[in-house]
């Protein structure tokens, strides 16, 4: 499929862009920036080891493509999305971030108004058929390309067809997903990012989760 | 330990006792009906296969405890804590009850007052030692005393010696127990359970979850 990563320059970007692009999707950076875009797509190629990658602004590869990753730190999104919500009108637009902040060594879910990021950005992109997913890997482990993830994804939406692609795109990034019903529910599985991150200061670990009990041949 | 159940006579209190009884802990099976706490008393015993097993009423089981698990439903439990409020001064409490309803095939979690279930049973009962747990266990598989259950329970405290005690409890009970840190990170621990029931809407099972990433020799 043709996947832009929004904010893509990151680690997350940078690290999904490789494992999308090993798995034969064609991939397209975003920035604010052109320059940073390129850098990002060199960056990438040498991960993935070749592949379908280009860059741009935001604004550039977002027409093109058929899924939208939104890359961005949970602060930055909402202004983001609200700034190219009429490009994303009719796109596969998947909400990653988390909006849990840490201060005094706790961790707290940050409700946005509309309940979690990903129903924010149903709310201010209308148009778009937003899916939540990858919430519970944290980014610098997409990077490891030839490293196995060892987590489920739960993927919420409301667009049975975009919460398939998605689902398909997290099995081509090597995570599991388990289809976690309406989009609503994003709200849990984002806040409960606070109680993975609770339990990483614990444990002095990089925790996730798998869920037990669904049925291999369903 | 002495641990006593209140309201004890459901699935959740015959599974609970019996799996404790088992472990070798004492249990007081609680009920408002001493009749119904006997005929709990019978059934643990029987599914147990024996065991230090006795019953009466709530008000008489909690004195004598050190561990009072509330083996309530979550529309029962806020009222029942406050009728026994002050018998829970300095005793390890353990919420397990979940919030979670469900209507037109959605599950929502409904937020009690102060957050959470188990946030709540502390406010109600200041004195008590409230320890958040066993959420993510379908009640019925305790009953089932030779199966093991494929889940973690992420047990919340605010109590460090409390929640080490209940989670020895757990372990005992047969489930890994993960510290998810503060009470407060109890809401986020129920909230979930209302995407574990989505995900046995979707796939018609009865899941729950296991942390991954916690190093072994923690």
Redesign the interface.
Known sequence: MKVALVGGTGPAGIGLGARLARAGHDVFVGSRSEERAHEAVAKIVELAGGGSVNGGTNRNVVPGAEVVVLSLHAEAQPDAVRTLAGLLDGKIVVSMANPVTVADG??T?EAPPAGSLAEQAQRDAPGARVVSALHEIRVSRFAKVDRAI??DT?V?GDDATAKEAVMALCADLGVRP?????L??S???E??V???V??N???????????????EN?
Chains 1, 2 share one sequence.
């Open positions: 706790r961790a879910f060892d987590s739960i919420t388990v289809d976690g019903g309406p609503a529910n709200r849990y599985v806040a409960f606070a109680v993975l609770s339990i200061f614990r444990y002095k670990a990089g925790v996730s989760y798998r869920i037990t009990g669904i049925p369903r």
